[in-house]
T-cell receptor, first 115, second 118 residues
C-alpha cells in the first residue's frame, strides 16, 4: 500500500522567493511519484514525475523535484515564485503490480504568492 | 499531447434525474481511465477504475448502481449519476492513463465537471 503526506496545507511565498513544497511517501514497492497543479475550477495538470530514472526531475514552469529514497521524500521546488504559481499542488504516488496505476494523492498544499 | 477532455464542464439538474459525463482521451488510447470526486478545499477521492471492454472496479463505499461507468472504446469513458440528489453535487474529474513508452504509468486529467443537483 502507498500513502503520501504533504507537510503544510498552506504556503505563502513572496514573488521572487524560493518555493518549497514538501512531500513524503510510503510505499512497499519502488514508487512512481508525481506532482500535479490545480488552478481554481480546473482539472489537474502534470508538473513532473519520477519513474526510477534520474533522481532530480525537471518539470514545466521552472519546477523541479528530487527523489530521496533514504528520506522517502519528493519535495517540489522552484527558485523564484511568480504570481501565476498561486494554485493548489498535489503530490501523488503510484506503484505495485496490482495497483492498475492508481494514484494515492496527498491532501494538497495551497500556494499563495504575495507581491 | 496527452490531452483529456470532459463534457459537460458544468451541469445543473433537478433531483431525481440522471446525468451523463463524458471523458475522452484526444490524442492517445487509454485502456484504463479513472473517475474522481473532489469536494471543496479537499483532495481527490478515487471513485472507480474504468477498464475498456470490462466492468469498472469501484472503490469501497462507492455505489456502483448509483454511479454507472461505461468504457466503450479506447478513447471514451462515461460516468452516469443516476437519480441524482443534492448530496451528489460535486466536482467530478476523470483521468486517462497513458501506458505507452516513456509516458509509463502517467495519468492525464480532464478539466472536470461541476455538478449541481437542485
Amino acid at each position: 500500500a502507498q500513502s503520501v503526506t504533504q507537510l503544510g496545507s498552506h504556503v505563502s511565498v513572496s514573488e521572487g522567493a524560493l518555493v518549497l513544497l514538501r512531500c513524503n511517501y510510503s510505499s512497499s514497492v519502488p514508487p512512481y511519484l508525481f506532482w500535479y497543479v490545480q488552478y481554481p475550477n480546473q482539472g489537474l495538470q502534470l508538473l513532473l514525475k519520477y519513474t526510477s530514472a534520474a533522481t532530480l526531475v525537471k518539470g514545466i514552469n521552472g519546477f523541479e523535484a528530487e527523489f530521496k529514497k533514504s528520506e522517502t521524500s519528493f519535495h517540489l521546488t522552484k527558485p523564484s515564485a511568480h504570481m501565476s504559481d498561486a494554485a493548489e499542488y498535489f503530490c501523488a504516488v503510484s506503484g505495485g503490480a496490482d495497483s492498475w496505476g492508481k494514484l494515492q494523492f496527498g491532501a494538497g498544499t495551497q500556494v499563495v504568492v504575495t507581491p | 499531447g496527452a490531452v483529456v477532455s470532459q463534457h459537460p464542464s458544468r451541469v445543473i439538474c433537478k433531483s431525481g434525474t440522471s446525468v451523463k459525463i463524458e471523458c475522452r482521451s484526444l490524442d492517445f488510447q487509454a485502456t484504463t481511465m479513472f473517475w474522481y470526486r473532489q469536494f471543496p478545499k479537499q483532495s481527490l477521492m478515487l471513485m472507480a477504475t474504468s477498464n475498456e471492454g470490462s466492468k469498472a472496479t469501484y472503490e469501497q463505499g462507492v455505489e456502483k448502481d448509483k454511479f454507472l461507468i461505461n468504457h466503450a472504446s479506447l478513447t471514451l469513458s462515461t460516468l452516469t449519476v443516476t437519480s441524482a440528489h443534492p448530496e451528489d453535487s460535486s466536482f467530478y474529474i476523470c483521468s486517462a492513463r497513458d501506458e505507452v513508452g516513456l509516458a509509463g504509468n502517467t495519468q492525464y486529467f480532464g478539466p472536470g465537471t461541476r455538478l449541481t443537483v437542485l
